[in-house]
T-cell receptor, first 110, second 117 residues
């Protein structure tokens, strides 16, 4: 079956670093996406991993371990505008569908 | 990346009426579009995959006769919620997959908020 597991909520302080973990089980695998979604808005693309390892993109980094079915999103130098939901979405290997987790609501406090 | 628009942005309708939502790919031709639904504080749930020139593929549990999808051209897919009821009130989002990209990124439209009274 398909299953995505992320923490429901996290809180962090402005300027700090936060890591959002995601474990997944999918039938086939064709990469994993992280999206950011502010309340009432559509998701926006943050990162994509298809090989094991760390992908860095400015303040955001994403890590993937395919053998462990595990990924994390690392946000550095947190800003208030980073308060949003973060969605982990592996891509199904055969259908190319994105399977979304429930998302992690991040609250950044001053 | 692809630019995707949706119309309308929000709609309020009476129970029993039908509502049509348009999803347009503005800067490239999309053979595949996806329709999602999102209830408050929940994640995106894929409803169906819309294929240009052929029938849509619906996910398990989604009624194809209630949620009609038409992908008549490479830039337009429509989702019609027929005989809408209050439980259909949700945030409907479409996305397109740009095959010109190296990977399988989906670009999302801004979403349509449907409220059924």
């Amino acid at each position: 079956g398909q299953n995505i597991d992320q923490p429901t909520e996290m809180t962090a302080t402005e300027g700090a670093i936060v890591q959002i973990n995601c474990t997944y089980q999918t039938s086939g695998f064709n990469g994993l996406f992280w999206y950011q979604q502010h309340a009432g808005e559509a998701p926006t693309f943050l990162s994509y991993n298809v090989l094991d390892g760390l992908e860095e993109k400015g303040r955001f980094s994403s890590f993937l371990s395919r053998s462990k079915g595990y990924s994390y999103l690392l946000l550095k130098e947190l800003q208030m505008k980073d308060s949003a939901s973060y969605l982990c979405a592996p891509c199904d290997g055969s259908s190319y569908k994105l399977i979304f987790g429930s998302g992690t609501r991040l609250l950044v406090r001053p | 990346g692809a630019v995707v628009s949706q119309h309308p942005s929000w709609v309020i309708c009476k129970s029993g009426t039908s509502v049509k939502i348009e999803c347009r790919s503005l800067d490239f031709q999309a053979t595949t579009m996806f329709w999602y639904r999102q209830f408050p504080k929940q994640s995106l749930m894929l409803m169906a995959t819309s294929n240009e020139g052929s029938k849509a593929t619906y996910e398990q549990g989604v009624e194809k006769d209630k949620f009609l999808i038409n992908h008549a051209s490479l830039t337009l897919s429509t989702l019609t919620v027929t005989s809408a009821h209050p439980e259909d009130s949700s945030f409907y989002i479409c996305s397109v997959r740009d095959l010109g990209y190296d990977y399988n990124e989906q670009f999302f439209g801004p979403g349509t908020r449907l409220t059924v009274l």
